[in-house]
């Protein structure tokens, strides 16, 4: 339903930063919800944060204080800014549209689309 590509991942000593960016298409991306999630090896994919069409954002709690997510609606783009990263934060980081809901969105379930992911790995 909406081609969406990651970017920005990397390699970054702990306490460093980074910013994800995720590429989605669709003329009707404003009224999208996007997420983003991360995957270890061995673990389930987990929740990190989501912004509504009216930008309302979530974060888990992990991440909270560290992490924000924003958007870019004329560049339809989404951006995860990721502060003070720590080797817990290692993980591909996955995008996330849904077309259809329109708050924030926590679960894998309720997203339409995915992009690839973009490897994060944050050394001690």
């Known amino acids: 339903q909406v081609q969406l590509v990651e970017s920005g991942g990397g390699l970054v000593q702990a306490g460093g930063s980074l910013r994800l960016s995720c590429a989605a298409s669709?003329?009707?991306?404003?009224?999208?919800?996007m997420g983003w999630f991360r995957q270890a090896p061995g673990k389930e994919r987990e929740f990190v944060s989501s912004?509504?069409?009216?930008?309302?954002?979530a974060h888990a709690n992990s991440v909270k204080g560290r992490f924000t997510i924003s958007r870019d609606n004329a560049k339809s783009t989404v951006y995860l800014q990721m502060n003070s990263l720590a080797p817990e934060d290692t993980a591909v980081y996955y995008c996330?549209?849904?077309?259809?809901?329109?708050?924030?969105?926590?679960?894998?379930?309720?997203?339409?689309?995915w992009g690839q992911g973009t490897q994060v790995t944050v050394s001690s």
């Open positions: 996330a549209a849904s077309a259809v809901y329109t708050r924030v969105l926590l679960r894998t379930y309720e997203y339409d689309s």
């Open positions: 912004i509504s069409g009216s930008r309302s954002t």
């Open positions: 669709g003329r009707t991306f404003s009224r999208y919800t």
